[in-house]
Structures are given as structure tokens and as C-alpha cells.
């Protein structure tokens, strides 16, 4: 664990393109899927799932066996967590604009779901419920009508009864047992079996991501998300067993995960470190925590409370945690941070899971310009315009001039054949 | 001109990549910037544009000598223009939420401006004011504190005047007379004049697709926009010279334009194929409308006007302008489509330049997923989640639930660790 001065860190990522073979493999996958359709998925499933299909679709009885598998308090947590999300995101939800003015024009912007989209929800070794919801209910609160699941099978073709109950309790009724780059090829392309969907959203691995990204055009995706990433800023007022286990709450997710304190407190800087080495002894995932703090942890201790919000400004991190006297004061000075948790209460936890705003954030830096996933999009827009006589009449010559300046002559003459028409009939 | 049947209608384009030969030169571009900063983007304005720059802002002096160049129609032209483009992306404006709960949560979602923006208008042959008021009266309504503007020079360095007044009249101060890659490099990494943007929007050449799409991640881009497409949807109600009027006002874009008339009137058909051909003779820019129109050009009669939409849901077209009696009343039934223009008075270059709605529109059927430029393309979200003690000793075991059953047991004793000290302080 390194504590080191704000001018020094960097949050350095490898650029180069270390994925040249995973790519070449992903669009051979996605080539064979768009030629042979449901044959080429289930070989591929056989193949890398090791599971022999003869129905793609995860069957019906399935769901109720699921039932009797997950505790009563995995569901009682997950209908709880269910409401919080899908409240948090009816407020996200926007209407049509209409702007009509006094010479008879109608202007607006349409607002409306997306027709067909496909979530990903990774599995094999991991289930992650959370991701079912986390996609599915913003596409749900948009209005989209068809929302379809696809999430890869163990070897006898089965699925996480935990994962299972969350889809039959969000209601997804078009569930397929395929993953890897050969579900997006079917999302993205269509099979025999399953339709081709307008956006694809939902973490997989880097298979996954790359055939996301192969596909963008296509059809829509969510941005492709890299290591995870949080910044704790926290000034003497802080816990230091919070900040910590918040810290490797991060850490055990992945070795390439950040995460960074930041405070002006020197003495709880060291007594963060000493907190991580205590909590890190007890964990399951200790290998994976131990190589993110190492590699990608830090303790920065700065000048200034100002200096430690500059930085993270700078950095833009997925997660932002305030651990300071008067957190909730910081948050306008806050430029760039996916989510912002304020205050010793507010464990990224239980923004992961349950409080309601979505943890489908950016990272890398790019909350710099982008935003958490939500109601927004699940959403496309079209303008509209409906002009009025009186309006073209009156303001024709404008929209000529301007065409004219451009040197676009046939704008012009569209609107000028109407000119000469319309005041002739007037 | 074809006129064929809706079955047989299928608007295809190119799906090979046949840039490659381009990409490869705009990557070099891209390379060579981000090593040598301003003096890469000197020397590339020298050899593309031939202009010799020793100072790559546009001088202060140019925007007075424009004004005195530009016509005073064009200029009044302009003002109206920008006040009904301000006026209706000021309606697009979102504010942050706010959503305080009974346990003393408080959870939000924060809207703020993105913090400085490039905007890139094309130049060379032609000028576009019109980009110019696209792009960045929504960064500015969107409260985008930096607004940068690249357009490429002529040889002798200059930029043409009604862009430069459009610039002036907009308020923007920091603008670049550099085109090409090597001005998406500059935005995109920095120079030594230059200080790196977090998005890129505005069209381009080919070179500037590419380098946007190169640059992609490092900063936002807007959406690459392919060729240009009008669908017009018309019954034995519309005017076959304003449809043909609106064809090729379209068509005189570019040879891959295209423009489709959809009819359940084979009447209208004749009568709209008759009218092209002798809107076309008169048209300066014959050349490139003619061959837009046998390329990509068609006229297809529909059985009715309902497989007329179904058609044009499919094709998910830029522009959309239904020609229609009570043309209103179709617009509930579009499910894709950039911009949708109602009624014979609603010609295309209206929205183009004037009414008030973006220009800036998703190409090649992406109106399946994506929007019109807007001012929510010049923002970012963050979540607030502020979460009270009580409700987290409430709802800690419901968090620890979930962790549990994804196996991240480090996001668990985060939520542990805490209940344990809380309830003691109790």
C-alpha cells in the first residue's frame, strides 16, 4: 500500500491493445453465429459451456425448482431491493415535449422505449442477481415492451437458482441459456430461434465485451465497462475500518480494481493502512483484494480537503465516497464521479445492491462525459415538426437565405416551389 | 427512378469496410499529434489545406472583416434561426432530482453541464453556419462552460465569413482554424494551444469520422453520421412537387443519399417520378442529386397507407415527412425516426435550418435506438446517495443477502463491520 503526495499519483491503465487474440476470436464466433444461426450457438455453448442443448429457451419448470433453492432471506432481500430500484428509476422517467407557438407551429420531441432489447447477465462461476435487475428494471420503467435474457449455463445446461428466481420475479418471460460472444451474435444478428434486439446492455467478460463492441452499429450497447474503481475521500472526522472495508469491497471484485483514499489527514491515512492489512487477513478473497491494493491501491494524503476533491475531480472515479465532517456540502464542488455515496453510512454496498440508483456506472475516467445507466437508455427520441402555412410564409425567405449560404440549392427550391404556390392560392 | 412494390424494398448499403486505406492514414495523423502537438498540426495544415499557420486561432480581425462580407439577409436570417434553436433546446433543459424518503435517505441524480466540449464544422469547398448553430447552441443551453470550435482554413488560412460570423453571433471565443484528423487528434490529446476536450461532436469527411471513432473513449463523440435519408410517406393528398422538391433536397446531399417516396397512391407515383425529372434538369447540383436518386432513390407503392408506416418503421429513417390528410394522426404509429415533419408545409430544410429541432439526426436506421442531437448529449449524471443510520441498520441484512449470495463477502463485512459498531454506539 502506497501513500504518496496528490502532485505524484497517477491513475495509470495499460493502453496498449492486449486483446488482439480474444478479438480475432470473438468476430470468428460472431461471423459463424450470423451464418448458422441457433446451430452455430449450440455448438459454441457445448463447446465452451460444455453444455449439450436441445432448447435454447431456459425451460418453464426450471424457474419454480429455483424456488425451493434460494433462502428466504436472499428473497425477501431481493423484493425489497426490487421496490428501492424501481422506484429510484420512475423518477427518471421523462414525457414528450409539445412547444406550440402563436403562428400555428408545433414543435416536440417524442419520447419512447425502445422496442427490443437484450440484457446480458454474466454466469459460470459467479451469478450475479444484481445484474439482472440492474438492466432489466430501467428498461422496464422505459416502457420497453420486449426484454430479453440470455446468461450462460453450467455443464449439465443450468442456471443459478438465485439468478432465476430474480428473472421470474421481474417478470422477463424470453430467457435463454447462452452466453460468451455467441449470445450477443444472436442478440445482435437473430437466429432461428431468437429475434434481433436494438440494444444489448449488461457486463460479460472480455469476449463479451469485445463482440459488444463488434456489434455497436448494429445494434445499440451500454458502454463497455472497465476494472471497477473507488475513491474515498475522508478527512480525520473518518472511520478508518470503514474507509477500509469499503476500500477492499472494491478490491475483491477483480486484481485490476482501484481503490484509492484520499485525505488531508495524515494520521488516518496510516491508520487505513493498518486497517487494510488487519481486514485483509480475514477474507475469502484475500488473493484477489491483496493483488488490486497492491497494484492499483493507494493512499494519497493532500494539502487541502480542495486538493482532495481537485484530484478526484481529475480522476473521475466510478464510485465517489465522502467520509467527511459535512459530507453532503462537498457534493456541489463534485464534478466528475459516477455515483457519489455521502457520509460513514452510505457503504458502496448498499449502492451495488439496494438503495435504488443503478450500479451500472462509468469507468476509467469516462464519468468525465458519461453517466450511470438508467430510464434514459432504454429511450430513443424523435423531433417533430409540423409548420404552419402562415409560418412558412412568413419566415420562407430565412430558411432560403440560409440554404443559399450553404450552397444548397435544391433546400432552397423546396421551399421556394411552396412560395409561389401557396401565395398564389392564398 | 423505381417504382416497385413495398416487399421488394429494402434499403441496402455497403457493409464492407472500405475505408480501411483512410483509417489507416487518419490513425497516423491521430499518432503524430499526440507526439508532436502543434507542430504535427501545423505542418498536416500546410500539406492538406496548404495554409501556412503561424497562429492556429482564428485572428480577432477576421470576425469584423466577415461582417462586412456577409449578406444582411443571411445575417437576419441567422439571428431568427438561433433564437428558434434556443428556444426549443432550452425546452430539452433537465434539472437534478431529489428523492428524500421517510428513514432519512436522501438519493439523487445530479445533471451538470460537461466542462468543455469541441465542436468540429466543416470547411474546404463548403461552409456550414448551419452545423455551427447545431452543435453548439446545445452545449450552451446544456451550460457547457467551454465551448472550442475547429473548421479547416483555405490556403490562405482563412475560414468563410458566414461561418465566422455565425461563430461571433453564437459568442464563441476560443476557435481553431485546423481541419481534419489532425484537428480531432488536437481536441482529443491536447497540443500546446490546445487543452484536450471531453467531446467531440460535429460532421466531418471521412478522415474526421475515423479519427472520432479512434478517439472514442478517450473522449465522447457524437454519433458517426452515415449518408443522409428522407422517407416521405404521401397519399393522393400531397403535392407531387413538393414531395419531388423534398427528394432531391435531400438527394443533392451527397451520390449516397437517399430519398424514398412511400405511397399507397400509384397515381402519386407517376405524378412524383414526372415531377423529379423536371425538378432535376434545373438543379445546379444535378450531378450528385442524379445519381443519389438511381442509387438509392425509390418510390414504392404500398398496398395501404398502414404498410406505408410498417415500411417506414422498418427502414427507421432520418428524416420522416408524412404528406398526408390529418398527417397528425399518423405520428402515434411512427415507432422509428430521427425527425418526423407533418404536413405539406413541413419541408425538410425548414428543420434543417430554421424551425428550432436539431439537424444533427441518427442515419442508416440507428433512429431504432438513437436520437436527434440535444442538449442531454452535453450533459452528465451522477447518483446521490446519501443513506441515513437507521436505514441502514434496517436494511444492512438485506444488503449482506445479497453480497452473500454473489459471493463478494468483502461487500458484506462492509455493511457488517458497520452494524457491529453502530448498534453498539446505539
Known amino acids: 500500500m502506497k501513500v504518496m503526495q ?37 455448438a459454441y455453448t457445448e463447446q465452451f459451456d460444455g453444455a449439450a442443448l ?11 425448482a429455483a424456488y425451493e433453492q434460494v433462502t428466504p432471506e436472499f428473497l425477501d432481500a431481493l423484493r425489497a431491493a426490487i421496490l428501492n430500484i424501481r422506484r429510484y428509476h420512475e423518477a427518471q422517467k421523462r414525457t414528450s415535449l409539445l412547444l406550440p407557438d402563436a403562428d400555428g407551429n408545433l414543435l416536440g420531441q417524442i419520447i419512447r422505449p425502445l422496442q427490443r432489447v437484450g440484457v446480458y ?34 455443464r449439465e445446461g443450468k442456471i443459478d437458482p438465485n439468478v432465476l428466481v430474480t428473472i421470474r420475479e421481474l417478470g422477463i418471460t424470453e430467457a435463454y441459456r447462452i452466453g460468451g460472444a455467441q449470445a450477443v451474435g444472436a442478440l445482435a444478428y437473430g437466429t432461428e430461434t431468437i429475434r434481433p434486439v436494438d440494444k444489448i ?27 471497477s474503481e473507488v475513491l474515498v475521500i475522508a478527512d480525520e472526522s473518518a472511520d478508518p475500518d470503514y474507509v477500509a472495508a469499503d476500500m ?56 487541502s480537503l480542495d486538493e482532495a476533491v481537485e484530484l478526484s475531480n481529475r480522476i473521475a472515479p466510478e464510485h465517489l465516497e465522502l467520509m467527511t465532517e459535512d459530507a453532503l456540502s462537498l457534493v ?76 444548397l440549392t435544391a433546400h432552397a427550391n423546396a421551399i421556394r416551389v411552396r412560395l409561389e404556390k401557396e401565395r398564389e392560392v392564398r
Chains 1, 2 share one sequence.
Not at 454474466?122 to 438492466?135: D, I, Q, T
Not at 467478460?205 to 445494434?219: D, E, M, T, W
Open 332 to 407: 456541489g464542488r463534485i464534478e466528475n464521479a459516477g455515483a457519489i455515496f455521502v457520509g460513514k453510512y452510505s457503504s458502496e454496498p448498499v449502492g451495488d445492491y439496494f438503495a435504488g440508483p443503478n450500479h451500472t456506472l462509468p469507468t476509467s475516467g469516462t464519468a468525465r462525459f458519461s453517466s450511470p445507466l438508467g430510464v434514459d437508455d432504454f429511450i430513443k427520441k424523435s423531433s417533430l415538426i409540423c409548420y404552419s402555412k402562415d409560418a412558412l410564409l412568413k419566415n420562407g425567405h430565412h430558411v432560403i437565405a440560409l440554404a443559399e449560404a450553404e450552397g
Open 6 to 42: 496528490a502532485a505524484d499519483f497517477v491513475l495509470k491503465r495499460d493502453e496498449e491493445d492486449v486483446y488482439a487474440e480474444q478479438r480475432e476470436a470473438a468476430l470468428a464466433i460472431l461471423a459463424e453465429v450470423k451464418a448458422s444461426g441457433d446451430a452455430a450457438v449450440i
Open 121 to 154: 447477465v454474466p454466469g459460470g462461476r459467479a451469478a450475479y442477481p444484481s445484474s439482472v435487475m440492474m438492466n432489466v428494471i430501467p428498461a422496464q420503467v422505459a416502457g420497453v415492451p420486449e426484454i430479453v435474457l440470455v446468461t450462460p449455463p453450467d
Open 201 to 227: 446492455t449488461g457486463p460479460g467478460n472480455i469476449y463479451v465485451a469485445l463482440a459488444k463492441q463488434a456489434v455497436f452499429g448494429q445494434v445499440a450497447i451500454d458502454m463497455i465497462a472497465g476494472p
Open 248 to 303: 477492499l469491497s472494491q478490491a475483491e471484485h477483480d486484481p485490476l480494481a482501484a481503490a484509492i483514499c484520499v485525505t488531508p489527514c495524515a494520521d488516518l491515512a496510516v491508520r487505513v493502512a493498518n486497517a487494510l492489512v488487519e481486514q485483509l487477513e480475514q477474507l475469502p478473497r484475500r488473493e484477489i483484494a491483496e493483488a488490486s491494493i497492491r497494484n492499483y491501491g493507494a493512499i494519497v494524503v493532500t494539502k
Open 54 to 64: 436441445d432448447d435454447l429457451r431456459i425451460p418453464a419448470d426450471a424457474y419454480e
